[in-house]
């Protein structure tokens, strides 16, 4: 369904990111019978999809992540909700018509009453010199997306939290041996994680250290930490960290000093008629079933 000329093509809700908190927010919306569109810039899902295994979902005990992207994403369209692969660039306040709003993309523009955002996070990088010319090329924000690239090789994984030891877990199984690097001397995961890490014997622990440089002209063939060591490895898997992708937002929502959209536990921001959901709100957990409320809070808020 395209637009017609000289016309917009109007909608109740538009969700802007096809993650876990807006597909939520999709099944809510158009369940409630709104006409809904969703705008995804690249692929449905969000960061689960690249998740192995989901088994703290509550009433799941146990479902990849592209699985359960997978069903969210068929739910949604099942609901009605109408999904397009488009890249949301803008948004524009119309005050004289009752404070629509128009969406700007990559495509076309959009008109409605509601906008939901839900762009979610994305890795956060070093900030080193060569990280840009080396990702792809050693430097990876990935393990399940790269890791098969390095099998039988030694890489090392940079962070200390759950997504950082689910990534040397998973290497653990294709690669010779795998560097843990950890700024901290003990790590933030889960206690089932770093004990099912304690199992591996190709793990090695470097703790009380960080990444300073990282060498190689064309790919990377090692990295210097900041206790004076240079460990060679193939890649370099690096997960120290979320940031928020809102540049969508800047100069129209109120965010704060991390770059997150500054909303409440009723996902409203600081303009009427405009909700924020999911990992790019200011909120003190971060998890998959805490998305998928936000999409709901957000949703019953936008219909009303």
């Given amino acids: 369904m395209g ?23 999709a099944v809510y919306a158009a369940r409630a019978s709104r006409k809904v569109l969703v705008l995804e810039e690249s692929a449905y899902g969000g960061q689960i999809v690249y998740s192995p295994e989901v088994e703290n979902y509550p009433g799941i005990s146990h479902v990849s992540g592209f699985q359960f992207a997978s069903g969210l994403y068929g739910q949604a369209a099942g609901a009605g909700a109408e999904i397009r692969f488009e890249k949301a660039s803008g948004i524009e306040i119309l005050k004289e018509d009752e404070g629509h709003k128009i969406v700007l993309t990559d495509k076309t523009s959009y008109k409605t009453k509601s906008v939901i955002i839900a762009t979610g996070s994305r890795s956060r990088r070093m900030g080193l010199d060569g990280e840009e010319k080396l990702t792809g090329a050693g430097i990876s924000y990935c393990a399940t997306c790269d890791g098969a690239f390095f099998k039988e090789r030694t890489v090392a994984v940079l962070g200390g939290g759950n997504t950082a030891l689910e990534e040397a877990v998973y290497l653990s199984g294709l690669c010779r041996k795998v560097y843990i690097i950890h700024r901290r001397n003990e790590f933030r995961a889960e206690q089932k994680l770093v004990e099912q890490l304690r199992q591996k014997k190709n793990i090695e622990y470097l703790l009380n250290c960080s990444v300073t440089a990282l060498n190689g002209a064309e790919k990377l063939e ?39 959209i500054i909303a409440g536990e009723d996902c409203r921001t600081s303009v009427k008629g405009i909700f924020a959901a999911g990992d790019c709100r200011t909120k003190q957990v971060r998890q998959l079933v805490t998305a998928a409320s936000d999409g709901a809070v957000a949703a019953l808020a936008a219909i009303v």
Avoid: H
């Fill in 222 to 260: 090692s990295v210097e930490l900041s206790d004076g060591r240079v460990i060679e490895a193939a890649a370099l898997f690096v997960a120290i960290g979320r940031e928020p992708q809102n540049d969508i937002c800047k100069g129209l929502l109120e965010l704060d000093e991390y770059g997150y």
């Fill in 3 to 25: 637009n017609t000329v000289g016309k917009r093509e109007n909608f109740d809700v538009i969700i802007i990111g096809a993650g876990t908190a807006g597909l939520s927010a």
